[in-house]
């Protein structure tokens, strides 16, 4: 069993991350969700929450939260963070180690291992700010699962689909072990 601290980002495939977490959790492990401001968008604390049977987090500033547990301590607790959906916002954010937010303050005052998601638009995966990013990030130790070729939700075709779960989980096998 490992703790997995789920931090779900504002892109379209969040969607999916509902069911990465179902599997997580079929195969016997401890998921923690962190749902950024963007992630709020796309999935409800309420569907990750109850499919994770655990509480959700949302924000840096909730004094309830930061008594009981507190925000180092989210991250001290995770044997691994994955950030799925990673969107670009999340990773500029990671590269530049910007921590304005509960989920951006948890993956820097870690030194677990880290593994990020990437999905976006092709031209946003493309870019060069992206690739920057993504280099930056993989130099820096974050494990990348490389994003899928395919038809896009915004009706563009290429690089930046999120896996399907399944394929998400093992690309995570070892790390669950
Ligand atoms: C309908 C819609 C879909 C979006 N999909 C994505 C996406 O798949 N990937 C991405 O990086 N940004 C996407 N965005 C933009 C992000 O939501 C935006 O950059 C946001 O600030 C990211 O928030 P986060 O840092 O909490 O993830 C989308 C925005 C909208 C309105």
């Known amino acids: ?14 969607y999916k991350a509902l069911e990465l977490v179902r599997l997580l959790k079929k195969a016997g492990h401890q998921v923690t969700p962190v749902l950024t401001k963007g992630g709020e968008h796309f999935v409800t604390a309420m569907s990750l929450g109850t499919l994770a049977e655990s509480q959700v987090h949302t924000s840096l500033w909730e004094l ?9 301590q989210l991250s001290r607790a995770a044997d691994v963070l ?8 999340l990773l500029a954010k990671m590269a530049g180690g910007i921590a304005d937010d509960l989920a951006t303050t948890l993956l820097l005052a870690t030194d677990k291992p880290v593994v990020v998601a990437p999905a976006m638009n092709v031209r ?19 494990r990348v699962i490389e994003p899928a070729e395919g038809e ?15 394929d998400i989980m093992d690309s995570l096998r070892d790390l669950l072990k």
């Open 1 to 14: 069993m490992k703790r997995v601290l789920l931090i779900v980002g504002g892109g379209i495939a969040a």
């Open 64 to 72: 309830k939260d930061e008594v009981e547990i507190g925000h180092i």
């Open 82 to 89: 994955l950030v799925c959906p990673a969107t670009a916002d």
């Open 124 to 142: 946003m995966w493309q870019h060069a700010a992206t690739q920057r990013n993504v280099a930056q990030l993989k130099a820096d130790g974050v």
């Open 152 to 166: 896009m939700a915004c009706g563009e075709y290429g690089a930046g689909r999120l896996p399907e779960p399944q």
